[in-house]
């Protein structure tokens, strides 16, 4: 198949297809408001129905929130068969006063950067999942076929915690089985370069409390011969790193993988500004392993962290008590094959370790996940960063992602498939803000890059 053709429909049809945007993005569908449960159904249908105007067959499926949506087409004989995930469901809009429009009324706007689409869901992440439905019309316009077999995957929950995603993936895991599975939920590294992310740092979080006397007491009458929960607690914290900023752990690092020669250098060849990256916040100086850099910091290295931290009198004036417990809430963000219950049997053991005579500690578990780190093994992988490459006239680069995205471990876990993860937001693009936009140059260059990688992906079997 001819890609030149195709490419050149994507650019005739662009207002077309800005149309068809809108119209999506004006279905109210918030996913963790009861309130908005007829408008999530709304949005879902509206999928099936524009899949169907490209005569690929897709329905809904009910689920005890909102319904998925699913669809199959079959491509060429021995083409590569792929999944397109996306989500249809949306943030709430609150605090509504400070957009500058209704945010269900997306309209595009001229700003100083360029032509905007501005409206809630836009670049999180109806926009996104629409580049890949408008490239798929392109090709079936000017072929009459798909160059690829593909599975449609839609969710409805993603802004609510997904929960009716993992018994659904379970259940459907055959009909959800293909090569290799596509997520268009990031963006560009630095609103610039192309970026297919291949690492996401998993999660443990723990919440312990530290109790000695058993009341709170004075501390006139106490101090200095009673234990303070409070000291012993900031104590510990501060045992948590070296004056390097290594994790202390017994064992934390276990797991973390060596990133390799090759990443570095795309990394390095990013030009990533801390000075900038940190100042934006009012900050100057990198405060983790002194012999790393900032990105790997925050995308292939692990963190401890303390979210927060209360014991005793905290209200308005003073109180000279000491007090009788004393509380923390710690995270960890895990990369490579850490193990996140090893993680938290280790931090417990390394915590009761440290305890002084007359203190106990117990514990509130939040959560635990395994980091995600994808191959780029198969061959989609480069097939994909050199189709980037030439849409953006930049090389594509293969990056991590400080935070998680579940659904990239439950297609490798539940399904068994292998995930490439990669989308064209922009670092301002005010994702579950008030004013979300999603730049037309990335909803353009958006569909022209996913005709690309389909033409790219259609050729590895050829």
């Excluded at 079936?140 to 077999?149: A, D, I, N, R």
């Excluded at 693009?429 to 690309?452: L, T, V």
């Amino acid at each position: 198949m001819t890609l030149s053709p195709v490419l050149d429909r994507i650019d005739a049809d662009l207002s077309a297809a800005t149309d068809r945007l809108i119209d999506l993005l004006r279905i109210k569908s918030i996913s963790t408001d009861p309130a908005y449960k007829d408008a999530c159904q709304d949005a879902a249908d509206w999928l099936v129905a524009d899949l169907a105007t490209l005569e690929i067959e897709a329905k809904t499926y009910p689920t005890p929130g909102h319904p998925m949506v699913m669809g199959k087409v079959e491509g060429p004989e021995n083409a590569p068969h792929i999944l397109f995930y996306g989500h249809y469901d949306v943030q709430p809009v609150d605090p509504l006063e400070l957009w500058d429009n209704d945010p269900f009324d997306a309209k595009v706007e001229d700003t100083p950067k360029g032509k905007v689409i501005r409206g809630r869901g836009t670049s999180d992440d109806k926009g996104q999942l629409m580049t890949f439905i408008e490239a798929c019309r392109a090709w079936k316009s000017v072929h009459g076929t798909l160059p690829c077999s593909i599975t449609f995957f839609f969710e409805g929950e993603e802004e609510s915690g997904s929960p009716s995603l993992v018994p659904f993936m379970e259940e459907h895991k055959d009909a959800l089985k293909a090569d290799l599975a596509f997520i268009c939920d990031t963006g560009l590294f630095d609103s610039r370069v192309p970026a297919i992310m291949t690492m996401l740092r998993g999660l443990c979080g723990e919440e312990l409390t530290i109790t000695g006397p058993d009341k709170d007491l004075h501390s006139g009458m106490y101090g200095g011969a009673a234990i303070n929960p409070a000291r012993v607690l900031t104590k510990i914290l501060g045992n948590l790193f070296d004056d390097f900023g290594k994790i202390q752990i017994p064992d934390f690092y276990e797991g973390a993988p060596v990133l390799s020669n090759e990443v570095k250098a795309q990394w390095e060849n990013l030009n990533f500004d801390h000075t900038t990256f940190l100042g934006d916040v009012g900050l100057t100086t990198p405060a983790g392993e002194s012999d790393r850099t900032a990105l790997e910091m925050i995308w292939s290295r692990p963190t401890a962290e303390i979210n927060g931290m209360w014991s005793g009198y905290t209200g308005a004036g003073f109180k000279t008590v000491l007090p009788s417990e004393a509380s923390a809430k710690v995270s960890f963000r895990l990369v490579g094959d850490q193990d996140p219950h090893a993680i938290r049997k280790n931090f417990r053991a390394w915590v009761e370790a440290q305890l002084p005579a007359d203190c106990t500690v117990t514990y509130k578990e939040h959560g635990a996940s395994q980091a995600s780190q994808m191959s780029t093994d198969h061959p989609a992988f480069e097939a994909t960063r050199k189709a980037l490459g030439e849409e953006w006239d930049v090389d594509a680069a293969y990056t991590g992602c400080g935070g998680s995205i579940p659904i990239a471990g439950h297609f490798k876990d539940i399904i068994g498939m292998d995930v490439l993860l990669t989308g064209w937001g922009k670092d301002d693009d005010q994702i579950h803000s008030p004013n979300e936009k999603y730049d037309m140059e990335s909803f353009h260059k958006g569909i022209r890059s996913w005709a690309r990688i389909l033409d790219a992906l259609s050729s590895l079997n050829a």
